[in-house]
Structure formats: structure tokens, C-alpha cells
């Protein structure tokens, strides 16, 4: 390399680095790099491949002139870049330069095919994080002495975006933490779980900038999964999902209690089949197991990332950091939930307590009223029961109350309330229904009917039955007092016909009666 040329190296070089010393904005630093290479070495086209997520591709595209190239072929720069890495072997840490064959460089420059190339890898602590080419329209254009400048600027370009990146991934860093922690004292402070895991499914979203993300919760008795929110699903979708544990991806998450990253299913054959394609357009999921006390609850699923990427080991990594935190709030909040449940659980059947039972009616007489809907409230009383529990002990009459709480379940909707008014007194209330639910009432009457109720060891059994009554808002009361008295009215009218019937309250103005239905 002959003394003046080293010498104008050596001092761009130099103020290359102080130019780049205070400067971490990385697409500004590769920027300027290529800018202070042609100053140093004449090159018709300039181009900075370095690896991003697993792949070579264009970072910079410079010419002499210094204006960025537009009208390149995506195909040209590929089979340049693939011609390069094949013939200079950068497994092997060397620079090379060669005349460019015709086939690979034609349209690269509008009316011009480039005639010499030089490249050389960009090693970042002993790996290899790119390619430094550059070309000219010229046939031997370059000597040994370019190749070895070209190699000298290529370490120090490797150093100064090391820095950058590195820079770079700690101000990442520090603000994911910034982030999580006060994501942390956010999610800390909800203890309603819907609204907790709601918060939880956006903040995963906006994490990992996820389009979709749901929330899966298991059913231990049937050991499925079932989604409880979610992000970028349609409701069709989180009402009807159910995931068995050990099937599908979340399945197998559930199952195994480990995390799952798939940056790419095509690629894992064994996952090909797993995919869900009326939950997932995209190929690339993260799916973490919620686990509460080293016990699976569920699993946080994340997919199709907004920037058109994959889903990587640090992007697991951070949502596993959140959902760390996140299972905490969880459990706080289900813990919360829980004991409101007891505050207005009744013990031993496990429905709703009287106290319950009078506020959600209120409330549910109001919903009524301001949208015009029906109410029906039925009370219910099981027969001679007194007699029962004198003749086969309280704990057999208690069972009886069990089973019947059963029974009562399994002829309502979800969305229905059944509480213990008192004793062996019982109140349905069922949401935007009308005198149908007089059929309600007779499947119930009829089921228990049909029971038997074992009274000792040698089996023994005895058939109980019930009483009901029926009132309906607004047709038959004006609040929620009145309701009571209504279906209170009924039932009694009920008992005193000979039990064992529904009677249906019907309000005929000023002369309000009864009408009995056996």
C-alpha cells in the first residue's frame, strides 16, 4: 500500500471513528461508513449486507455520488451476495476480489453491468455479521492494495457496529424493564380478574408487538383449555375454542409446562399439523404455560408479529419476564375473586347466599327496566321436608339439598343466578325471559321428582319433590320487592293445593290472582 494512500486511510479512518463515537442510531452509522469508504476506495456501487434474524440482507445500498440506490433487482444483489459468500469462503475470515460474470450482474445499474467486485466479511466477536462490497463498472479495477484496504476499513466497521448494536440492545433492554416494571405495579393494582386479564393479553401485545394474542384457561375436571380473552380474535372464535390439553400447540404447552418458540412452523414438521388456521394466519408463535403455585392454569399464546417478522428467543424471554409478574397479579385476583365467592356462597349447596340473592335481583330488575325486557323470578321449597330431616337426620337432608342445587343447574342457562333463600327455600332468577319459564319450572319439578334419594347403607331410598313459584316483571311487579311477594305468593298457593306443582302468577289489574298449573 503505497504511503500517501495509507496515510488518507488512516485519517478517514480515524475521523470515521470520531464521527461514529457519539453516534448510536445504527441506519446513520452503516450510513456514514459507506460514505467515508469512497473517499478511500473508488467504487461504483457500494453495498452493506449484514445478518438480521438468521438472513443476509441489504442494510445500505451507495454509489459515488452518494444517493442511495433504488432501481437495484432484489434478485441481482441476491445472487451477487450468494456468488460472493461461495467464492471467498467467509467461513475462512478472508476478503476476495474477482471480475464479476455478466450472467450476475446484469441490470444492476440501470444501462451498466458492473465489471469488478471486492467484498469482505464483517466478523463481530469471531462471527461473521455481514458482508463490505463494493464494485466497479471497470474490469480489474482493483489491486491487492484496495483488497487489503478494503479488509482494514471491514475490521474497523465491525467494531464501530458492534458498539452501535450493542448500545442499541441495552437501551432495548432498559426500556422493556422500564416497561415491565411499571406494567408490574399496574397489573398489581387490579384484583377484578376479567379486567386483569384483559390488561394482561394487551400488554403482551404491545410487548412483542403481536397482532393476536389469547388467553387460555384449563378446565381441570374436563382438561380442556378454553380462551378467557384475547386480542385480534373474533368472539366466534374465543366462544367456541377448546383446546384439549396434550393436542395443538397449547395443548402440548399445557402439558409439558415449557415454553414454546416457533419462529417458523414450516420449517418444524413435527408442528405442521398442529397449526390452527382459523386462529393463525401467521407461521410464527410464542405459547407460554401459565403456572400458579407450580401448577399449569393456563397458557398465553402470541402470533403474527406487526412488523412482518418472527417471533425470536428474546421475545420469549421478555414475555416470560412479564408473565412472571403477571401470574402474580393472577393469583391475587382469583385469590380476591375467591373470597368474594365465599362472601356470597352459600356453603353447602354452593349457589348464591340470600344477601346475594337480593342485590343481584335489584340490579337485574333495573337492567330490566331501562331496556325493556323481562324478569321471571321463581322461589321454590322442597316438600315436607322438616319430616325428612326428622326421620332420616340432617345429614341425609343435606344431601338432598346438593342434589337438588344440582338439578336446579342443570336446567338453567349460564347467565341465570340460583340462590338458597333460606333453609330449604330456593330462588332462580332468569334474565329476559318471560311466562316461559313456567317449562323451566316443570322440568325442574318433574326432575326432582324423578330422583331417588339414597337414606341408608342397605339402599334404601326415598323420592323428594318440590313447590314453585312464578312471577315475571314488569307484568306482575313493579321492583324487585314486589317480585318477591309475587313468586312468594305463588309458591304458598302452590303448597297449600297439595305440593308438587308450579304455580304461574298472573296480574289482571286491580283483582290480581293466581293461576295454577300442575
Not at 81 to 109: F, R
Not at 280 to 290: A, G, K, Q, W
Not at 337 to 356: I, K, P, S
Not at 429 to 444: C, H, S, W
Amino acid at each position: 500500500m503505497e504511503k500517501k494512500h495509507k496515510l488518507i486511510a488512516s485519517d478517514v479512518l480515524f475521523e470515521l471513528a470520531s464521527l461514529t463515537r457519539h453516534s448510536f442510531n445504527y441506519q446513520q452509522v452503516t450510513k456514514l461508513i459507506m460514505d467515508k469508504l469512497s473517499q478511500v476506495i473508488d467504487y461504483t456501487v457500494g453495498t452493506l449486507f449484514l445478518i438480521e434474524e438468521g438472513e443476509m440482507v441489504v442494510n445500505v445500498k451507495h454509489n459515488s455520488t452518494r444517493a442511495f440506490l433504488t432501481h437495484t433487482r432484489k434478485e441481482t444483489i441476491n445472487k451477487i451476495n450468494e456468488y460472493t459468500q461461495k467464492k471467498c469462503e467467509l467461513s475462512k475470515t478472508k476478503s476476495i476480489i474477482y471480475e464479476a460474470p455478466e450472467a450476475l450482474t446484469e441490470d444492476l445499474v440501470s444501462g451498466n453491468r458492473i465489471g469488478s467486485i471486492i467484498a469482505s466479511p464483517l466478523i463481530i466477536r469471531e462471527e461473521i455479521h455481514g458482508i463490505m462490497l463494493i464494485a466497479h463498472y471497470n474490469k480489474q479495477q482493483y489491486s491487492q492494495e484496495d483488497q487489503s484496504l478494503l479488509n482494514v476499513f471491514a475490521n474497523h466497521a465491525s467494531i464501530i457496529i458492534d458498539n452501535v448494536l450493542l448500545y442499541a440492545h441495552a437501551e432495548q433492554r432498559m426500556l422493556e424493564l422500564s416497561v415491565l416494571h411499571e406494567v408490574g405495579k399496574a397489573l398489581s393494582s387490579i384484583l377484578n380478574l376479567e379486567e386483569l386479564l384483559e390488561k394482561i393479553a394487551v400488554n403482551s401485545s404491545e410487548l412483542v408487538k403481536a397482532e393476536r394474542v389469547s388467553l387460555m384457561f384449563l378446565n381441570e375436571k374436563k382438561q380442556v383449555l378454553y380462551i378467557k380473552t384475547a386480542v385480534g380474535l373474533s368472539k366466534e372464535i374465543i366462544d367456541t375454542t377448546e383446546q384439549p390439553v396434550g393436542e395443538g400447540i397449547a395443548g402440548i404447552v399445557a402439558r409439558k409446562a415449557q415454553i414454546l418458540t416457533i419462529p417458523d412452523i414450516e420449517q418444524e414438521r413435527s408442528l405442521q399439523k398442529l397449526k390452527n388456521g382459523a386462529m393463525y394466519r401467521s407461521s410464527s408463535f410464542v405459547s407460554l404455560p401459565i403456572i400458579i403455585r407450580r401448577k399449569v392454569v393456563g397458557v398465553l399464546n402470541v402470533s403474527e408479529k406487526t412488523t412482518g417478522t418472527n417471533f425470536t428467543a428474546e421475545d420469549a424471554e421478555l414475555l416470560d419476564t412479564f408473565l412472571n409478574q403477571a401470574t402474580t397479579a393472577i393469583e391475587n385476583a382469583i385469590l380476591y375473586h375467591n373470597m368474594e365467592q365465599l362472601a356470597v356462597t352459600d356453603g353447602l349447596t354452593m349457589v348464591y347466599n340470600h344477601r346475594y340473592f337480593q342485590e343481584r335481583l335489584e340490579k337485574e330488575v333495573r337492567r330490566a327496566e331501562r331496556y325493556s325486557l323481562s324478569l321471571t323470578l321463581m322461589m321454590l321449597d322442597v316438600d315436607y321436608f322438616k319430616k325428612y330431616n326428622d326421620t332420616y337426620g340432617h345429614p341425609k337432608g343435606d344431601v338432598v339439598l346438593k342434589e337438588i342445587t344440582d338439578i336446579l343447574r342443570e336446567n338453567v342457562r349460564d347467565f341465570d343466578v340460583i340462590a338458597r333463600y333460606g333453609g330449604e327455600e330456593f330462588a332462580v332468577i332468569l334474565p329476559n325471559t318471560g311466562k316461559k319459564a313456567q317449562d323451566v319450572a316443570e322440568r325442574m319439578r318433574m326432575a326432582v321428582a324423578a330422583t331417588d334419594f339414597p337414606v341408608n347403607k342397605d339402599g334404601k331410598v326415598e323420592r323428594k319433590t318440590i313447590s314453585i313459584g312464578v312471577a315475571t316483571y314488569p307484568t306482575d311487579a313493579e321492583d324487585d320487592l314486589q317480585l318477591i311477594d309475587r313468586a312468594d305468593e305463588a309458591l304458598y298457593i302452590a303448597k297449600e293445593s297439595g305440593r308438587n306443582l308450579v304455580i304461574v302468577y298472573q296480574s289482571q289489574g286491580k283483582d290480581d290472582n293466581v293461576s295454577l298449573t300442575k
